[in-house]
């Protein structure tokens, strides 16, 4: 990869956004084999309009992206307005590919794709999901296993109308993205919104997304005892905060992935989670607060750092939309705390309904990829 660009810019409307972005890019930026692009919905369905745009008025021939209720550059978040982020790579286009999926099977991915996979052994890849897909995951792991096991990141698109992707064209309801040769070097890591606030329990019975009992026991019980070590006497008192945490079977560093606390059934001694049950071994209980997600956000920051020989090009960021300003508060904080230790730095990224990491969604994570 020979340099990376970013710009970023709000505006009256999308389009002037877009354009501004693009200008900030300079014209060595506009001058690339790769562009992703980040907007906030108030793109809407013009979703071909903005990808006809990105062409126009840059000399980038692929672009990659999607719609996020939040987006963020360096130091930079943007919500509630109309703006866009773009990132351009300048790098051989023997070295990635663009492509999209909707099929658990991946049937409908380009067969064209596979001689360079054979070539190139990609070992990294962008990623952007549809949320409305019940089979993301499965297509997740699919992808991942064609791919010899590679390492994707990113994140599930966030709008309230308009859910789209760009990839060399406009596509919904599955993945996209582009896939790096292994000539492409990064470091990624994953920084977790929360943290536990009990030991992992076993989980018994279980209907669908419904435990109803963990180590022998009923599960409201069992919440009941890891949430009194919190010192609150009404549960519903820390509604909102209090998540399910699925630990990630084989993980050396103790790598879970949090699901919503659905609901609390005292009378049947029951409690609903966000994911179906049926092949969940263990869970347990984790807080989300702002102090604790700082705190981890810092603590993957520097590890990130310590792992780099030499300074980034640039990167990549997906955050959860209950992160941003909704967990670090106002004035991009988020993003403010990634330059402290890491520097200024061409990025885009963007806040959505769920992150990439490996071949897994995640909920409440930070994910930072930096190529190198």
Not at 13 to 26: C, E, K, M, T, V
Not at 90 to 103: L, T
């Amino acid at each position: 990869m020979r340099v990376i660009h970013s710009g970023h810019a709000s505006g009256a409307d999308w389009r002037i956004a877009i354009d501004r972005a693009l200008q900030n890019l300079g014209p060595v930026g506009r001058r690339a084999e790769l562009g992703i692009c980040y907007l906030t919905e108030a793109v809407g369905a013009d979703s071909a309009e903005a990808l006809r745009r990105l062409r126009e008025r840059s000399d980038v021939a692929h672009w990659i992206g999607t719609v996020g209720s939040g987006i963020c550059s360096d130091g930079v978040e943007y919500f509630g307005s109309p703006a866009a982020v773009v990132l351009t790579l300048a790098m051989p286009e023997s070295d990635f590919r663009v492509f999209s999926a909707s099929r658990a099977d991946l049937s409908d991915f380009d067969p064209g794709i596979a001689p360079w996979i054979e070539d190139s052994c990609p070992r990294f890849g962008i990623v952007h999901g549809d949320p409305r897909n019940p089979n993301l995951e499965a297509i997740l792991a699919s992808l991942s296993s064609r791919l010899g096991g590679s390492f994707l990141v990113g994140g599930l698109s966030s709008a309230r109308l308009a859910h789209f992707q760009l990839a060399d064209g406009v596509v919904a309801g599955g993945i996209s993205g582009v896939l790096f040769s292994s000539k492409v070097a990064v470091c990624t890591r994953l920084s977790q919104g929360c943290a536990p606030i009990g030991p992992r329990h076993a989980v018994g019975r279980t209907e669908g997304n419904v435990v109803f009992t963990l180590d022998g026991r009923s599960a409201v019980e069992v919440f009941a005892e890891d949430i009194a070590a919190l010192g609150t006497v009404n549960p519903a008192a820390l509604s909102g905060s209090i998540q399910v945490a699925i630990p990630v079977t084989g993980s050396d560093t103790g790598d879970y992935m949090v699901r919503n606390l659905m609901a609390i059934d005292p009378r049947h001694g029951a409690i609903a989670v966000g994911e179906l049950l049926h092949d969940v071994e263990q869970i347990m209980f984790c807080q989300r607060d702002a102090s604790t997600a700082e705190s981890d956000l810092l603590r993957m920051l520097n590890e990130l750092k310590k792992g780099l020989d030499a300074g980034a090009k640039g990167g990549v960021y997906f955050s959860c939309v209950a992160r941003g300003p909704n967990l670090f508060g106002p004035d991009s904080r988020e993003l403010k705390i990634i330059q402290n230790p890491i520097g200024s730095l061409p990025l885009a990224g963007f806040f959505g309904n769920g992150e990439i990491s490996n071949d897994r969604l995640y909920a409440y994570t930070g994910v930072l990829t930096l190529f190198v």
